[in-house]
């Protein structure tokens, strides 16, 4: 014979579960307390940006739905589930790696979804299933965005120069510059309807959460609060020139256009959450109304308060390991003195010009070495600028939308083009970011590309992981962007042929003195 277990009351097994939620709650208050420098990093961005000060309102939001929930939530089954510590070993990785390379926005996206997956280990599959798009929603609350900024801009540019072309208006356009008879406009990053998108996005999936319980409609409705914005921006912009035009450039050309602009935004939102309204879904509810507690089963109940406990600090131990493990990284890097760069021909080739060949220098934040030089050789003329980041982070690093070839609102110099160029240096090959720049009376054609202590690349992401791989490895965070740039008066490949001429006869002296500078840190540790 088996000796069957005692059958809980309805008291019990409502306090066991109160138990098992706050347990759960406490989890996850304290893993946040443990990072909590990447939450004051999401606070801050709150604070400084108007773009993400919607995310004091995520949290309300997310615990509204989970509220209208509690009744489902209530008889679920609970149960441990341990496939969810993978996940968080993840999540705790790729915040690690986040952390090492200085990406902010990863390290809030890994943090944030740590949270639905503490809730599944300490509550189980069924209970989690019932509240996960609540919990889904707190991602909303990271300041994420700005890498749509550049796309934006330039189906904005796009959108406003074909519409008034099918106007019958003649525009002559350079990138996001434009000009037409009355004036000259451009695109610039307040332009570009982010802030729009954004909160269309964010409004747009908490109404389709709260107004449809199918899920395609769900996903409809999202997908035209994408759509919708971005369209509407480029509607915005053109009626913006256009209100301008039409007013002899006394309208629409100062602060009032961002005015109009949200008013615009206003009602086209107003007129989506309209239109979607038609096919609300009040008489279908996907909530359990309880009214009683026989509902509740005891088996769905029958997690004992020590495993509770013994997961929920497997849970603090697996989530504590990556920011133990990076103050041991950061404790063991001697913080050291910005190394000194000169480059300089060794063959004579290419002779120092001792006169600029531009006032132009590239912007970048923090405190970095930086080197520019200008060369000369039968006639053609060159200009290097090498810049050396070491000991970065959030408001000193080399990948950053701060450090740019030009201003929005640079008055003298407009980047009008950029692309990906694959050179081929005898055997060697290497990517680099090509830009033309140009003023009233000059132009450049840019070659720009990153060195990570060894590693070449073009690409702000590659670089970004081969810095928090040399950090996780305990190499140091040395990098460094280098740039080219020589002038040309009609076609761009007027600079080509002297860019990879120059480019083929002093690589090896810049990425040699890169490689001096970081052996040097590092035969010193």
């Known amino acids: 014979m088996t000796r069957s277990q005692p059958r809980l009351a309805k008291g019990e097994i409502m306090n066991q ?52 929930q509690r009744a489902a939530l209530m008889t679920a089954q609970y149960r441990l589930a341990y496939l969810p510590l993978l996940a968080l070993v993840g999540l705790g990785m790729g915040w690690l790696l986040a952390s090492a390379a200085n990406v902010q ?141 039409l007013s002899d450039m006394q309208l629409a050309v100062g602060v009032d256009h961002l005015i109009y602009g949200w008013i615009f935004f206003g009602l086209v939102m107003l007129l989506l959450f309209w ?74 080739k290419w002779e120092v010009n001792p006169t600029p060949l531009t006032n132009w220098v590239p912007s970048y934040s923090g405190s970095p070495r930086q080197f520019s030089g200008h060369f000369y050789r039968d006639n053609k003329h060159i200009g290097l600028y090498v810049t ?36 081929l240096l005898g055997t060697e090959e290497l990517t680099v970011n090509q830009n033309h720049l140009q003023s009233r009376a000059r132009k450049f054609l840019i070659w720009r590309w990153f060195w990570l202590a060894g590693h070449e690349t073009a690409s702000p992401y590659v670089a970004k992981m081969f810095q928090a791989w040399n950090q996780i490895l305990g190499k140091g965070d040395d990098g460094a962007e280098v740039i080219i740039l020589a002038d040309f008066e009609h076609d761009p490949e007027e600079a080509v042929s002297v860019l990879h001429e120059f480019i083929a006869d002093m690589k090896p002296v810049i990425t040699g003195e890169l490689q001096a500078v970081y052996g040097a840190h590092n035969q010193t540790k």
């Open 105 to 245: 926005v990863a390290e809030q996206y890994a943090l944030v979804a740590m949270i639905p997956v503490i809730v599944w280990a300490l509550l189980g599959w069924h209970a989690f299933s019932i509240i996960s798009f609540p919990l889904a929603y707190l991602l909303f609350a990271v300041p994420f965005g700005e890498v749509f900024i550049p796309p934006l801009i330039d189906f904005t540019a796009d959108f406003t120069v074909g519409a008034l072309q099918a106007t019958g208006i003649p525009v002559y356009r350079e990138g996001s510059f434009f000009s037409i008879p009355s004036g000259n406009w451009s695109v610039v990053e307040a332009c570009s309807g982010v802030r729009y998108l954004i909160a269309s996005v964010t409004l747009g999936t908490l109404y389709a959460y709260l107004t449809y319980h199918n899920f395609t409609r769900r996903l409809i409705f999202i997908a035209f609060s994408i759509v919708v914005p971005i369209i509407a921006n480029g509607m915005r912009a053109y009626l913006i020139v256009m209100t301008g035009h």
């Open 388 to 423: 050396y980041y070491r000991n970065q982070n959030q408001d000193n690093k080399l990948v950053s939308s701060t450090n740019v070839l030009v201003k929005d609102h640079d008055n003298e110099w407009r980047n009008v083009d950029s692309s990906r160029q694959n050179l």
């Open 17 to 68: 579960r109160n138990i098992t939620l706050s347990i759960t709650l406490l989890v996850i208050v304290v893993i946040l307390g443990i990072y909590h420098a990447t939450i004051e990093s999401m606070v801050a961005t709150w604070n400084r940006s108007d773009t993400y000060a919607h995310g004091y309102l995520i949290l309300p939001f997310s615990l509204y739905m989970i509220w209208k």
């Open 275 to 348: 239109i979607g309204s038609f096919w609300r879904e009040d008489h279908l509810d996907d909530t359990v109304s309880v009214k009683n507690l026989s509902q509740i089963s005891p088996e769905s109940s029958s997690i004992s308060l020590k495993s509770t406990l013994g997961m929920a600090g497997l849970v603090v131990m697996v989530a504590t390991i990556w920011p133990v493990y990076l103050g041991y990284l950061n404790s063991s890097v001697d913080v050291r003195s910005m190394p000194e760069i000169s480059v300089v021909d060794p063959s004579g």
